[in-house]
T-cell receptor, first 111, second 113 residues
Framework: EDQVTQSPEALRLQEGESSSLNCSYTVSGLRGLFWYRQDPGKGPEFLFTLYSAGEEKEKERLKATLTKKESFLHITAPKPEDSATYLCAVQAAQGAQKLVFGQGTRLTINP | KAGVTQTPRYLIKTRGQQVTLSCSPISGHRSVSWYQQTPGQGLQFLFEYFSETQRNKGNFPGRFSGRQFSNSRSEMNVSTLELGDSALYLC????????????FGPGTRLLVL
């Protein structure tokens, strides 16, 4: 069964303090790994898609990387507006559009 | 381009009733997926429709059903509501399917009393 585990569950940082969020996965043939950001009461907002080990994608203060077993979301010099829940999801080769999500990491950036 | 829209945004029902939720995908997108989000279980896949056909279904009881129309708009229906059906129901659309990025709507918050 496809599975995604995110750590830590919650992370509190000071503004400007860089860190990384982890997403470990097991999937029968990875078609894609997706990162989303979700604010309270809203739908997930797309951040990145990674397709193969070694791939990296960057957007503003965020950088996502992928290995054969895990993905990292690195956040550099975060600002309070980066506070949100970050969700990781995988799509299996045989699962059509089905995404399997982790439980998310709740990130809080204090000014 | 307008994003994914969902109606209604909030809904209160009582046990035993049924409910229909609607989703309009991004223009040009033909795949629509539905997810249920609860604090305990997180985001769970309900089903996916592509060109009016259900392509995949999650592990939910038969009370949960859906359909897709020729204009790609989709509806999901929950019959005989239970308290545990209280959740945020999210719809996501993608252009073709199979590795394409899914874009989510704002969700419908359902409360069952």
């Amino acid at each position: 069964e496809d599975q995604v585990t995110q750590s830590p569950e919650a992370l509190r940082l000071q503004e400007g303090e860089s860190s990384s969020l982890n997403c470990s996965y097991t999937v029968s043939g990875l078609r894609g790994l997706f990162w989303y950001r979700q604010d309270p009461g809203k739908g997930p907002e797309f951040l990145f898609t990674l397709y193969s080990a070694g791939e990296e994608k960057e957007k503003e203060r965020l950088k996502a990387t992928l290995t054969k077993k895990e993905s990292f979301l690195h956040i550099t010099a975060p600002k309070p507006e980066d506070s949100a829940t970050y969700l990781c999801a995988v799509q299996a080769a045989q699962g059509a559009q089905k995404l399997v999500f982790g439980q998310g990491t709740r990130l809080t950036i204090n000014p | 381009k307008a994003g994914v829209t969902q109606t209604p945004r909030y809904l209160i029902k009582t046990r035993g009733q049924q409910v229909t939720l609607s989703c309009s995908p991004i223009s040009g997108h033909r795949s629509v997926s539905w997810y249920q989000q609860t604090p305990g279980q997180g985001l769970q896949f309900l089903f996916e429709y592509f060109s009016e056909t259900q392509r995949n279904k999650g592990n939910f009881p038969g009370r949960f059903s859906g359909r897709q129309f020729s204009n790609s708009r989709s509806e999901m229906n929950v019959s005989t509501l239970e308290l545990g059906d209280s959740a945020l129901y999210l719809c996501a659309s993608s252009s073709v399917g199979g590795g394409e990025t899914q874009y989510f709507g704002p969700g419908t918050r359902l409360l069952v009393l």
